[in-house]
C-alpha cells in the first residue's frame, strides 16, 4: 500500500513546481477541446507567485519530495471559487484530486456557505470528480474561446440549530 501524499498550504518556493504540474495536467484538456491557450496553460510564474501572495487558499500535495498536485480557492462573500485543481498526468486516478478537493473545502468551510467552480462540460473524468464529492452541475456557459463549461456548486450543509 502506498501512502497517500502530504497536502499543505503552497509557498513561493512551490510556485515553479505547481506551474510545471499545472501545465502537464492541462494538455490533454487543451488536446481533447483543441484550445492551446487555456488560462492554466497561459499562466505564468508571476501570476502563481501572485495568487500565492493574495489572499488566496493555495493547497499543494507532494508524494515524498515531489510536488504531484495543487488546487486552488479564492473566497468572495460566502463562496469559495475552486480552481485550478491539477495532478501530475502519472498521479492521476490515485485520489489525489479527491484530496487536494476535500483539504481546500476544510480550509475555506469555516468562511463560506457554498463552494463553486467549473470545468469543460465535455470532460467525463472532472465531471465524475465533481459529481462523486458531492458537487451538482447549476449551469452552463461558454468560456472566452466558446468552450461550454459546466458550472458546478456544492452548498455546505448547516447543522440545525440546538438554542431554540
Known amino acids: 500500500m502506498t501512502t497517500p501524499p502530504l497536502i499543505a498550504p503552497a509557498t513561493p518556493a512551490d510556485a515553479g513546481e505547481i506551474l510545471t504540474v499545472q501545465r502537464a495536467a492541462y494538455v490533454t484538456e487543451a488536446q481533447h477541446y483543441a484550445d492551446p491557450l487555456l ?8 501570476e502563481i507567485l501572485a495568487a500565492l501572495a493574495a489572499e488566496e487558499t493555495v493547497l499543494v500535495a507532494r508524494s515524498g519530495h515531489r510536488l504531484v498536485g ?3 480557492a479564492r473566497v468572495a ?3 469559495a ?3 485550478r485543481l ?3 498526468p502519472d498521479q492521476q486516478g490515485r485520489g489525489i484530486g479527491t484530496l487536494l478537493l476535500g483539504a481546500v473545502e476544510a480550509a475555506c468551510a469555516d468562511r463560506v456557505s457554498r463552494f463553486a467552480l467549473f470545468t469543460g462540460a465535455a470532460s467525463e473524468g472532472n465531471l465524475r470528480l465533481y459529481r462523486r464529492n458531492g458537487y451538482e452541475i447549476v449551469g452552463h456557459r461558454p468560456d472566452a474561446n466558446g468552450i461550454t463549461l459546466a458550472v458546478f456548486e ?3 450543509v448547516t447543522p440545525a440549530r440546538t438554542d431554540a
Open 86 to 88: 491539477s495532478v501530475a
Open 70 to 72: 495543487s488546487v486552488r
Open 39 to 46: 488560462p492554466p496553460l497561459t499562466e505564468t510564474l508571476e
Open 77 to 79: 462573500d460566502d463562496t
Open 81 to 83: 471559487h475552486v480552481g
Open 154 to 156: 456544492k452548498r455546505l
